[in-house]
């Protein structure tokens, strides 16, 4: 944000969008689309896409004769350029196609993003993963305003219609056939603003069918850029006379209060040109502020002394302000009246999804009164942690506006996997590692236990099993012997303590017999031997 060389810049900072697609550069523009010298790669945000001469090969460049110097490094373009090391058909003792012979033109493997125009159906190749750039993460030419397609986002777009500009359709202006005086015939600028709604609404051009006077008293807040629905002084498409087919009289908003007008407002309602009465009663600048207090007492007193018109026959200044004020309050003039939009006046009409009267982005209702959603460009408070305006998975911003990280659901660099859930005991662990034997963490229906040692003579086996008797190794501190077998007469019982004279069971090979008693007299002496 700045301060820009624009009229109303003098007063109020102003935002880089306010004025993109005025035809002149401001700010942190890098070019206008309507500003014919920024040439035809100027994108609708005024930002430059692909341009010849920019390091990026797109189709268009691809297919000039020869390619352009952007396109140097274009496999299949009969040219060996760094970093290629060959090119199809140009050696038949060096193959270059791929398969059975080296990687196409000697470039490793061709991808989307890696910076080369080289794969079937690529139309450009910027070497990022970026949108909004003209190029996209799928490597197609981004659409935008005047690429031949209406978007359902646009009005119109300027390659289709000719009195499109900026993709938002024209509004009209005209100056009212009857003329009136304060106070007799109208009494308030409300009152001013209802002979232009009678006038103008259903007029062949008008689009929006809502008009405003342009007219101001003394108080600042009465005049018409205070007036004005907020989207208005973003409008960037062109004012045309009602009735005058593609007559200019303003191109957008900030044309329309620049001090200048391309042609003047001098056809009415009807679209006949107005020959005589060439005045309308304005108290407003050029710029669309309240020019003081020469209002007629507010449009009420035909006795009072001065009120300040405009001329309707000129294009400079003084089509809103002839200075000094000269005309006596009892005389008749007419009224300017000026197409503008419903949105921002808290209204919702017509194809309006929302309409909370500001001009605020980061609420529920944009400032184009269409209700804030994931993916609007626009971070909305408390709900989202980001919105850049595109579907990629790839960069800071998911396509479900959060912040991208472990847990969103999206596999980024360095994590291998991301299931988008809290649970740490399935397939993919909290941290976006995949389970494994001796992450120290039991994964459910895989794993009986997980102590993320390795460790084999505890509780938990190496293979995350239970450690158990007969599984073949000697469980510390619980058993005597695993000899993983279910022989019950060697040195291992299958309870797994150590075979001893005396338990009841003839050790094979050590001893003769085992009576488990301690009678030293009968058949089975007290070491196991036959008595």
């Excluded at 190029?135 to 219609?161: F, R, Y």
């Excluded at 015939?185 to 009678?198: P, Q």
């Excluded at 993916?375 to 909305?380: C, H, Q």
């Excluded at 800071?396 to 980024?412: E, N, R, V, W, Y």
Aim: hydrophobic share 25%; net charge negative.
């Amino acid at each position: 944000m700045g301060w820009y060389l624009d009229p109303k810049c003098r007063l109020q900072r102003c935002e880089p969008l306010d004025y993109c697609g005025d035809g002149a550069l401001n700010g942190p523009e890098k070019c206008d689309p309507n500003d014919l010298s920024s040439g035809q790669y100027c994108l609708a945000n005024c930002q430059l896409g692909p341009y010849p001469g920019d390091n990026v090969c797109t189709a268009i460049d691809l297919g000039t004769v020869p390619p352009h110097e952007d396109c140097d490094a274009v496999c299949g373009d009969g040219r060996v350029t760094p970093p290629e090391t060959c090119e199809p058909g140009l050696d038949p003792n060096m193959p270059c196609d791929g398969p059975g012979g080296i990687a196409p033109c000697g470039i490793g493997n061709p991808s989307c993003g890696d910076g080369f125009l080289n794969q079937a159906g690529e139309q450009c190749d910027d070497g990022n993963m970026n949108a909004g750039d003209g190029c996209s993460p799928g490597c197609m030419l981004e659409a935008g305003c005047n690429d031949g397609v209406k978007a359902p986002t646009e009005e119109c777009d300027d390659a289709i219609d000719p009195l499109c500009k900026g993709c938002q359709l024209p509004r009209r202006v005209f100056v009212t056939s009857d003329q009136y005086t304060p106070g007799v015939h109208f009494s308030s600028i409300t009152e001013a603003e209802n002979f232009c709604k009678t006038l103008g609404t259903g007029k062949l051009g008008s689009t929006s069918n809502t008009w405003m006077v342009w007219m101001s008293e003394s108080a600042s807040a009465t005049a018409p850029v205070n007036r004005v629905p907020r989207s208005n002084t973003k409008f960037g498409g062109k004012y045309l006379l009602l009735g005058a087919g593609d007559v200019v009289v303003a191109e957008g908003w900030a044309g329309l209060t620049s001090g200048m007008l391309v042609n003047p407002i001098n056809r009415t309602e009807t679209g006949a040109v107005v020959m005589n009465g060439l005045r309308a009663w304005t108290n407003t600048t050029a710029q669309g502020t309240s020019a003081g207090a020469n209002d007629c007492v507010k449009w009420t007193d035909q006795d009072a002394p001065l009120g300040v018109h405009g001329d309707v026959a000129s294009k400079t200044s003084t089509w809103s302000e002839v200075f000094p004020p000269s005309l006596l309050c009892a005389v008749s003039n007419r009224f300017y009246c000026i197409e503008v939009s419903r949105c921002g006046d808290g209204s919702v009409q017509g194809d309006e999804e929302c309409d909370d009267g500001n001009d605020v982005e980061t609420d529920a209702c944009l400032g184009t009164c269409r209700n804030a959603k994931c993916g609007d460009g626009f971070v909305r408070q408390g709900v989202e942690e980001c919105d850049d305006g595109n579907a990629s998975s790839l960069d800071a911003c998911s396509p479900t506006c959060k912040l991208t990280g472990c847990g969103d659901g999206f596999i980024q660099d360095g994590e291998e996997c991301d299931d988008g859930n809290q649970s740490n005991t399935d397939g993919c662990l909290n941290t976006c590692k995949k389970a494994t034997c001796g992450d120290g963490v039991v994964w459910a229906k895989w794993e009986y236990c997980d102590d993320g040692n390795d460790v084999e003579t505890d509780a938990c086996r190496n293979d995350c099993t239970s450690a158990g008797c007969g599984d073949g190794v000697v469980w510390a501190g619980m058993e005597d012997c695993d000899d993983g077998n279910d022989v019950d007469t060697d040195a291992c019982r299958n309870k797994c303590i150590a075979a001893t004279c005396g338990d009841k069971v003839v050790w094979a090979g050590m001893e003769d017999c085992d009576d488990g008693n301690d009678n030293d007299n009968d058949a089975c002496t007290n070491q196991c031997k036959n008595g």
